[in-house]
């Protein structure tokens, strides 16, 4: 198996290709002239949104209407990805201005942005690819409909829900501290600690070495 990672302008926003036997998976896609050059001539089974923010969704409507496959998220994204305060597009370079890790928005005109996500996964739902076992696992905090995809019980797609150097936003809209220390933060520290983290901006790292506060305010 085969992972590759791409980063989005602007916010940095990671996209992973998977790759096994010519068929591939994908997190938060980003369709572009490297993803596509990584994917090739092979199939692309499904892809997953980690959760409704701009920075993660920006290619889902060309996805959509060229059918080039399926895409899946949570239910609760699928309700907040088309309103534009909710996915963040209408905040978006506002946003750019403050984030550590994204680039300055000047030059960048981003308009307000809605897309839809028929396909629905659910809490702790299992699904089989290529002899590989891809977990679901609803993360809140960050934003009403951020996922974990827990890939093998030993590869974590995070989102934007765990990072190594920066504390996990909680007061955007839809962000919520105490679901993610309810919920979210307590199922992070039952994974093994040398789970490796693929987040939604910047490097991979050891859930280990995760950001010593785990939240804002803490």
């Known amino acids: 198996m085969e992972i590759r990672r791409f980063s989005s302008r602007g916010f940095n926003a990671n996209s992973y290709v998977i790759g096994e036997n010519g068929h591939f998976l994908l997190i938060d896609p980003i369709l572009s002239v490297d993803t596509r050059k990584a994917i090739g001539t092979g199939i692309v089974d499904f892809a997953v ?106 590869k974590l797609f995070s989102g934007d829900s765990v990072f190594s150097t920066f504390e996990t936003a909680l007061r955007l809209p839809g962000g919520s501290q105490r679901d993610y220390c309810d919920i979210t933060l307590k199922w992070l520290d039952s994974l093994p600690p040398n789970t490796r983290v693929f987040p939604g901006h910047l490097d991979s790292f050891l859930l280990k070495d995760r950001y010593p506060s785990g939240y804002e305010g803490k």
């Not at 290619?59 to 209407?65: F, G, K, L, T």
């Not at 060229?66 to 996915?87: E, I």
Request: net charge negative.
């Open 49 to 154: 949104l980690t959760h409704e923010h701009y920075d993660h969704i920006l290619s889902v409507n060309e996805i959509m209407e060229s059918k080039l496959f399926p895409v899946y998220c949570s239910k609760q994204a699928s309700q907040t990805m088309g309103d534009p305060r909710l996915n963040l597009s209408r905040y978006s370079e506002f946003l750019l201005n403050f984030i550590p890790f994204a680039e300055k928005s000047d030059g960048m005109n981003i308009e307000d942005y809605s897309c839809k996500c028929d396909n629905i996964l659910y809490d702790n739902e299992t699904i089989p690819w290529q002899g590989h076992r891809v977990f679901i696992k609803e993360t809140p905090g960050h934003s009403r409909g951020s996922i974990c995809v827990l890939l093998d019980g030993e």
